[in-house]
């Protein structure tokens, strides 16, 4: 079946530091990948995402890249501030509406990034 | 207005009871979902539903019921909470499949 292995966490950086988030999938169809973020006490937010191969989502200073080959969609920021620390997650969603998967988002177990000053 | 609203936010309630936990969006999207987070699980699927009249069980359905009212409302039900159904509980969102979920803020229940 379809589904999203993320890096273990957590990870603790300082401030301006450079993040890595790898995340790899395994799919029976074409998927779009998506990375979302969810902060203290709320709900998850769509940080960015790429529907097909060799495509790069960007948002707020985060990267991600589709890398079929390696089946990997990792999430990269050059510089993070305190204000990144959330729950980052990993997710895919098949493009064909056939099949079991209809649409569904299938998740990685989220990774929990602290930031420090 | 946030698009997708659950409610309550926060529940605590007994081994035993009936609870209801309601969802609605004004995106206008026909395809709505229930997912469950446990620390360290990400989200997993509990039901779906693509209209008012096609509804399927996700990954972790046991123990849960739900019921689309209308395009705009789904609600969960667990017919007799248990303590490990302790979770956050999102309704999500979207226009079709391979496209972005929108989610609610979330619904923290307790079974005491």
């Known amino acids: 079946g379809d589904s999203v292995t993320q890096m273990e966490g957590p990870v603790t950086l300082s401030e301006e530091a450079f993040l890595t988030i790898n995340c790899t999938y395994t799919?029976?169809?074409?998927?779009?990948l998506f990375w979302y973020v969810q902060y203290p006490g709320e709900g998850l937010q769509l940080l960015l995402k790429?529907?097909?191969?060799?495509d790069k989502g960007s948002n707020k200073g985060f990267e991600a890249t589709y890398r079929k080959e390696t089946t990997s969609f990792h999430l990269e920021k050059g510089s993070v501030q305190v204000s990144d620390s959330a729950v980052y997650f990993c997710?895919?969603?098949?493009?064909?509406?056939?099949?079991?998967?209809?649409?569904?988002?299938?998740f990685g177990q989220g990774t929990i990034l602290t930031v420090h000053p | 207005d946030a698009d997708v609203t659950q409610t309550p936010r926060n529940r605590i309630t007994k081994t035993g009871k009936r609870i209801m936990l309601e969802c609605s969006q004004t995106?206008?999207?026909?395809?709505m979902y229930w997912y469950r987070q446990d620390p360290g699980l990400g989200l997993q699927l509990i039901y779906y539903?693509?209209?008012?009249?096609?509804?399927n069980k996700g990954e972790i359905s046991d123990g849960y019921s739900v019921s689309r009212q209308a395009q705009a409302k789904f609600s969960l039900s667990l017919e007799s909470a248990i303590p490990n159904q302790t979770a956050l509980y999102f309704c999500?969102?979207?226009?079709?499949?391979?496209?972005?979920?929108?989610f609610g803020p979330g619904t923290r229940l307790t079974v005491l």
């Open positions: 539903s693509f209209d008012v009249k096609d509804i």
């Open positions: 995106k206008g999207h026909d395809r």
């Open positions: 799919a029976t169809g074409y998927p779009s």
């Open positions: 999500a969102t979207s226009a079709g499949a391979g496209v972005e979920q929108f």
């Open positions: 790429a529907t097909k191969a060799d």
């Open positions: 997710a895919l969603s098949l493009r064909q509406a056939g099949g079991t998967s209809y649409g569904k988002l299938t």
